[in-house]
Each structure stands twice: as C-alpha cells, then as structure tokens.
C-alpha cells in the first residue's frame, strides 16, 4: 500500500476565506483506493495515516509513504496491521537519528537509517522501493485530472462526500482497466 496526501482547494463563500483541505489515499499494488480520508490542512499526516491504517480491512503486506508518515504512531500501526514480515520503506526525515535497540516494525527504520548512512539516500531508495510511493502520487493526479482540483460544496460534510464520491468513481475507472504499460529501453 502506499500513501500520499495533497492539498485542495474549496470554494468558500464571499463572506468567508478560502480554506485548504487535505486529501489522504490509500493504495494497493492494483490501484485501488483502499482508505482515503479528507481533513483540515493543519492535520498531522502520522496521525491521518495511523487512522487509515486503523481501518483497512486486509493486513497490509507492504507499505510505502513519504517522510511525513515517518513517525513512531506509523510504525505501531503497521505492526497491528501489517503482515508477518512486512515490507516497509518511509523515508526518515533527513535529520533522524537511531534510538537505540528497537523491536517489531521500528527495526525496519532503524536498519533503512544504517543504510542511508552507508550508501546514501538516493540509494536506499532504489534498493528499498521507497519509489513505488509515486503510486499514491499518480492515484492523487488521476484524482485531480479527472475530478478536478477543488472541491465545489461548501459545507465540510458536503465536502467528505464529494471527496468520497470521487474515490468511487476512480475505484470503478480502475475496476474497468487501467492502462498497462512498460518501460522500453533504447
């Protein structure tokens, strides 16, 4: 699964200012969106995300997001909802430093801060996966492009349901067939 949040715009009243909601999605290796939540900019993205995680309904076998999910909330939920031996890759955020002997998930973030020490971040990417979150990311552009990038009602429940309509409306896009590609090398 991989998770992404992005921003988008509500038109607000005349009378009001214009204000930022964030979009969250959840997606699975097939494109799916497995959880989405729509919340105030100002939220925590460790916190929206152990949210997300709290409801998914299958355990989780592999989990990509960016480093704003690198939190110790994040690795706890993946542990609860993760299967044995999951695959975790998070980014640690450039300043992070080792805690010491850790246990379950955490372990994972601890041995991705070794490597990042020892070949460099670039790297680590590439040999973690850590680049299959753009999956969450072409998930929140296909949302954009096709639904466009602002929500039009004005209350905050009206708001929750248009994001919500929306998620179902990429779920039966994808339902039908996503594209295959592949990568041709000259």
Not at 9 to 30: A, C, N
Not at 134 to 140: F, H, I, S, Y
Not at 159 to 170: D, K, S, T
């Amino acid at each position: 699964m991989a998770v992404s949040g992005a921003r988008t715009d509500k038109h607000g009243d005349s009378k009001k200012r214009r204000q930022w909601r964030k979009l969250h999605l959840g997606i699975d290796v097939g494109g799916f969106i497995a959880v989405s939540a729509l919340t105030g900019s100002s939220e925590d993205d460790g916190c929206v995300g152990v949210d997300l995680l709290g409801r998914l309904v299958a355990p989780v076998a592999s989990f990509r997001a960016d480093g704003a999910y690198d939190t110790r909330a994040v690795y706890a939920a993946l542990d609860e909802v993760g299967m044995p031996g999951i695959d975790i890759a998070i980014p640690p955020r450039r300043t992070a430093s080792s805690s010491g002997p850790s246990v379950g998930t955490w372990q994972q973030r601890e041995a991705a801060l070794l490597r990042i020490d020892e070949v460099g971040r670039r790297q680590w990417r590439k040999e973690s996966g850590a680049h299959q979150q753009a999956r969450a990311e072409n998930g929140m552009y296909r949302f954009k492009q096709i639904l466009g990038p602002r929500l039009r009602s004005r209350s905050e429940e009206g708001q929750r349901r248009e994001a919500m309509i929306g998620v179902n409306i990429l779920n039966r896009m994808t339902e039908l067939g996503m594209p295959e590609s592949r990568a041709v090398r000259s």
